[in-house]
């Protein structure tokens, strides 16, 4: 242990912005974590994976709610955190439980789970329904295909109530200084229109239900992915609502 924590102060210092983000799924619950490492071959390396596995059996049996919780975690009778420290002295690398959320599972509800590029982002995307769908595959696909999106898209927030406030003072701000500097007068209550119809166009690229979704040979009317969980995916699978409740997505060093 002693050792262990000698090499982690020793590098931690060094930018660890490689590793892997791990996606787990439970009949109750989905969860993410990220461990971390300096150089990409050590993603690969045998006690790294192994280190990975422990933790993610520690997931799926254990109820974990933080990093804490995980590397205090104790799988078959081995800490993770006194595995983790045996790892550190033996790569000799800056090696650390970066993040860890979960999703607890909502009555009629399913997951979908993408793992971009071997780890670099992984999302968890949860999906509430109201019947009975006619085909349980093509619920989990569609619960993928918008974890897909997020992947790619990288929205911040849900929907518009879960914009963090700072975020949308920061857009104004952006927005009125674009206005002033085109140079045109403009009156008080027009720059505030102005302003606002900025704002609301930034937050259809940032809001994951308002944005349109991307997989156009299913989407040619070019919904958002509120509107086409609705109008399409709902009504295919005979169900009255399909709506994106929850999600995650965890993006490798950031």
Known sequence: MQEGAAVAAKRADKAAKEGRVYLIETADKAAAFELTCETEPVSNNDDFVALAALATKAVETQAISSVEDLKNAVVDGVKINDRLQDVLVKIQENIDFRK?????????????????????????????????ASD??????????????????????????????????????????????????????FMQRQIDGRVAKVLK?????????????????????????????????GLTSLKVVNFIRFERGN
Not at 164 to 180: S, V
């Open 205 to 237: 690229e940032i809001v994951l239900e308002d944005q349109e979704f991307f997989m156009t040979e299913k989407n040619p009317k070019k919904l958002s992915v509120k509107d086409y969980l609705q109008e399409v995916v709902a009504k295919q699978l």
């Open 136 to 189: 349980e595959a093509a619920l989990k696909q569609a619960a993928k295909d918008i974890a897909m999106q997020a992947a790619a898209f990288a929205p911040v927030a849900l929907n518009d109530a879960a914009v963090p406030a700072e975020t949308i003072e920061k857009e104004k701000e952006i927005a009125k200084a674009q206005i002033e500097a085109s140079g045109k007068q403009t009156k008080p209550e």
């Open 100 to 132: 860890f959320a979960e999703v607890k599972k909502v009555p009629n509800s399913v997951f979908g789970l993408y793992s971009h590029m071997k780890g670099k982002i992984g999302v968890i995307t949860e999906l509430a329904f109201e019947g009975t």
